[in-house]
């Protein structure tokens, strides 16, 4: 599938859609501080599926909200969490 289609969502039938990656990386960061419904979740998971930017970009923030609860439980990030932050967004 093309990142072009994605972006714009992709109906297959008249049943099932596929949400463009606005709204899948809208959903990733509402489910930071909500829980998503039962829908939104599925419509999440299909997107995940086929797209390799909206999984990477979770991956992103995964490992960003993992250091700032870190940093917020300490007085800051010692350079060596700095640097391993900074080497697993280049990998992720």
């Not at 809208?26 to 930017?53: N, P, Q």
């Not at 917020?72 to 350079?79: F, G, K, Q, Y």
């Amino acid at each position: 599938m093309y990142r072009k289609e994605l972006a714009q969502g992709v109906k297959f039938g008249d049943h099932m859609k596929i949400i463009p990656c606005t709204q899948a990386t809208f959903l990733m960061s509402k489910r930071e501080d909500h829980a998503l419904t039962f829908g939104e979740t599925i419509h999440l998971y299909i997107h995940l599926l086929v797209c390799e930017f909206c999984r990477r970009f979770l991956k992103q923030t995964n490992i960003i909200t993992k250091a700032l609860k870190r940093a917020t439980s300490n007085d800051s990030l010692s350079s060596e969490e700095k640097q391993r932050m900074t080497d697993a967004l280049k990998l992720a």
